[in-house]
DNA sequence: GTCTATACGCGGATAGAC
DNA sequence: GTCTATCCGCGTATAGAC
C-alpha cells in the first residue's frame, strides 16, 4: 500500500465537508470539486460513495492508534493528553481531531462509522483505565472527554470546560501537569 | 394552538425515523408510511421537509422546558434528575429524551436544530449551576450528561456510567439520593 | 489517469380528484 | 382533509473520449 496523494486529498476534502456541512448533504460534487479534480476523477480512485466512507474509516483507525501511542508516550500521561488533544477547534484542528468529528457526524447515518467510532471509544477507555488505576476515574475522564465532542458537534465551544478537566485530572491522575 | 392529533403522529413518526435511521435518510415517504398517512397528507399539515422540522424543534422546546420544570421540582435534586434520565435507551425513552437524541443527529445537518439543542444544553448548564452553586461542578455535571448523550448517538450503552455519575454527585451535589 | 457526457433512479413538491 | 398522479431537479454511477 503505497501512499497515493490524490487519494489523501480526496479524502482531505471529504473530511472537511462532513465537518462543516454534515454527512448526506456531502455530494461526490462537492467532494470532487473542493479536492481539485472532476467526479468522474474522484470514482477513479474511489469506484462508489461507499468505498469513499470505507478510506475515510481506515484512515480514522490509523490515525487513532498513533494518536493512542503517542498518549501513552506522553510525559503528561495519558489523561491529560486525551482532555487537552479533545479541547480543541472543529474548523482548524489536528488530523486526528478532525477525523473524530467527522466520524462522529457519520454515525448518525452510517453504522459502520458508529462501529469504528466505538472501538476508537473503547481504545481510549483502556488506555486510561490501564494509567488511572481506577476503572470509576477511567470511565470520568472518558465521558467528559466525550461530552466535549458532543459539544463540537452542536458547534459549542468548549474552552471553558479546560478548567473543570484540571479540577477533575487534579483527582484522578496522579501524575502533575509538569 | 389545539392539539391536532395527526401532526403528532406524523412528528413521532419522523423522531423515530431520525433516531433510527438517521437524518437526510429520512424521506417524506418514509416518515408518510410511518405515520400512516400518504406523502400528500403529510404534505397537508407540514407543507414542506423545512416546515417537518420547524415542527420537531418547536416540540423540542416545550418538551425541553417541561423537563427543566420538572428537575426543579424533582426532590432528588436537579443533578441527579439529568444524569439519571441522561442514561436512557434510545428504543424505548422518553419523550424528551428521544426528541433530544434525534435533535442532536438533526445537528450534524441543520443549523437550526444545532441551535436548538445548544440552548437546551445551556438550560441545564444554567438550572445545574443555580443547583450546584459551583460553576466548576455544574460544568464537570453537564459535559458528564453531553458524554452521556453522545454515546446514544454512536450507538453505546451507558449503563456503566451510573456508579460514576453517582461517584461525581456525591462529591458535587449536596442533597442525598433520597 | 483524468475528463465529459449521459443514463437512471429517487426524493421533494404541486395539481387536482374524491 | 386525505389521497393519487405527475413534474422536476439532483445525485450516483457508467461509458467512452483524450
Do not use: N
Not at 474548523?91 to 453504522?111: D, F, H, N, Q
Request: aromatic share 4%; hydrophobic share 45%.
Amino acid at each position: 500500500m503505497p501512499r497515493p496523494s490524490q487519494r489523501d486529498r480526496i479524502l482531505d476534502a471529504y473530511t472537511d465537508l462532513v465537518v462543516t456541512s454534515g454527512p448526506e448533504t456531502v455530494t461526490l460534487d462537492a467532494v470532487a470539486s473542493a479536492a481539485g479534480v472532476s467526479k468522474g476523477g474522484l470514482l477513479y480512485h474511489f469506484g462508489s460513495r461507499e468505498a469513499l466512507l470505507e478510506g475515510l474509516l481506515d484512515r480514522c483507525r490509523t490515525l487513532t492508534d498513533a494518536d493512542l501511542a503517542a498518549a501513552r508516550a506522553a510525559p503528561e500521561g495519558i489523561a491529560r493528553y486525551y482532555l487537552r488533544t479533545s479541547i480543541d477547534d472543529p474548523a482548524a484542528g489536528s488530523a486526528v481531531y478532525r477525523t473524530t468529528v467527522a466520524m462522529i457526524k457519520l454515525s448518525t447515518t452510517e453504522p459502520r462509522a458508529a462501529e469504528v467510532t466505538r472501538r476508537c471509544m473503547a481504545g481510549w477507555r483502556t488506555a486510561l483505565a490501564e494509567e488511572l488505576g481506577d476503572a470509576l476515574a477511567a470511565d470520568l475522564v472518558a465521558a467528559l472527554g466525550d461530552g466535549i465532542y458532543l459539544r463540537a458537534i452542536v458547534g459549542q465551544s468548549s474552552a471553558e470546560l479546560g478548567a473543570a478537566a484540571e479540577e477533575l485530572l487534579r483527582r484522578a491522575a496522579p501524575r502533575p501537569p509538569e
